[in-house]
């Protein structure tokens, strides 16, 4: 197969737009279930079928629908956004005759029964990757930041890489797979980015001809079609500009959604500082940062980090108190909705104490069904 005549997959102006720094931007992964039994149901398609390509996009299997934001200055906007959408698609499934609900997982969902939408870039991963993207039922939240200037979009990339550990404990949200206590609290990390290669944490690029080498290497020999084919924990978005974090499990809440997006951008207002500035900081070996997301994925908010520069334990709340202190001077925007983040316990977390209450993994989904509508 010739693949040196495809059309490069980085823009020629990419991060070189003129475009304002710092808008904001996000998707949302949503899942639909049957009122009787609330496992995972289809109805995607139809959905999409109706509905502003711009505004919602199909998502591997047919129980999947993602919401896409518009472009805003802060956090609130892009909020707001995510709620209206979700309004819209609780009409569709009550049309439909489905629950709409979102978490990292769904508690009972069987992987065997979904269908792979009807896309050709979705049936192209199922006959490249089978069992292992058939069995990804999986939920997350992706935030945008737009970034002005290539080098500058790798210095992102490199470093966020190391904030990705707080960033999973904060928004854990997937304790149950397949009806199963999984003893994670974000099961989504280990059925996505701990078993798909071109996923997870990636290593540090240093420079954008690193990237574009890369990108060049993965085209050229028909590895993949698209960027959105590369799903690290943190990326380069060179179409849209934007550097994307996809650390996040799906939230439940959307004012739990509404603050992790402005930690988001707090912490990349920070690293422009940093790199306008010109006191750039060490970029960490994931050898390190791996050690932090396990914690994260195992414990949630109740484990521990170890801290990069003296090497000794921390704990994952107090870990997450330093960065948002951290935070304070170097940025403008709102930090008010962050004191949530550490007030209130994650969503893992909730669903485990519903399980614990009610004893049935079914009332878990119930549960997620009704502060999905909330």
């Not at 070189?16 to 279930?33: M, Q």
């Not at 149901?41 to 959905?47: E, N, P, W, Y």
Request: proline share 5%; aromatic share 8%; hydrophobic share 35%.
């Amino acid at each position: 197969m010739n693949t040196a005549q495809k059309p490069a997959l980085i823009p020629e102006d990419a991060f070189e737009t003129g475009a304002p720094e710092g808008t904001l931007g996000a998707e949302e992964e949503l899942w639909l279930a049957d009122p009787e039994t609330l496992k995972l149901a289809g109805g995607a398609q139809k959905i999409l079928a109706a509905e502003p390509e711009d505004h919602f996009s199909g998502e591997l299997i047919d129980c999947e629908i993602e919401s896409n934001t518009g472009v805003h200055v802060d956090s609130s906007g892009v909020t707001g956004d995510l709620v209206a959408r979700r309004r819209i698609l609780l009409g569709h499934a009550e049309r439909l005759g489905r629950y709409l609900g979102t978490s990292g997982t769904h508690p009972i969902g069987d992987w065997r029964e979904q269908e792979i939408i009807d896309k050709p870039h979705y049936q192209r991963l199922k006959r490249q990757l089978g069992w292992l993207i058939r069995r990804n039922n999986t939920f997350s939240l992706h935030v945008h930041y737009a970034v002005r200037g290539r080098q500058k979009a790798v210095y992102f990339f490199d470093r966020l890489r190391e904030y990705v550990p707080l960033f999973l404990a904060l928004s854990a949200n997937s304790p149950f797979w397949q009806g199963e206590i999984t003893d994670m609290h974000s099961t989504r990390t280990l059925i996505f980015s701990r078993s798909i290669h071109r996923a997870g944490l990636p290593e540090p690029l240093g420079s954008w001809e690193a990237y574009a080498k890369y990108v060049d290497f993965v085209q050229r020999s028909g590895v993949i079609n698209s960027l959105s084919e590369i799903w690290w924990d943190v990326r380069p978005h060179p179409g849209l500009g934007t550097i994307e974090l996809r650390a996040f499990d799906a939230q439940t809440n959307p004012s739990r959604s509404e603050a992790l997006i402005s930690l988001s951008a707090a912490v990349c207002d920070l690293l422009s500082e940093e790199y306008e500035t010109g006191e750039l900081r060490k970029i960490r070996p994931n050898r390190e940062i791996e050690e932090n997301k396990w914690s994260a994925q195992r414990y949630g908010m109740s484990g521990f980090v170890v801290d990069h520069d003296t090497h000794e334990p921390v704990e994952t709340r107090r870990a997450v108190e330093r960065l948002f202190m951290s935070l304070e001077g170097a940025t403008s925007r709102d930090l008010s909705t962050l004191q949530p983040l550490l007030d209130e316990p994650t969503e893992s977390v909730r669903q485990l104490e519903r399980w614990r209450e009610t004893g049935s993994v079914k009332e878990v989904a119930w549960d997620l069904v009704q502060r999905t509508r909330v």
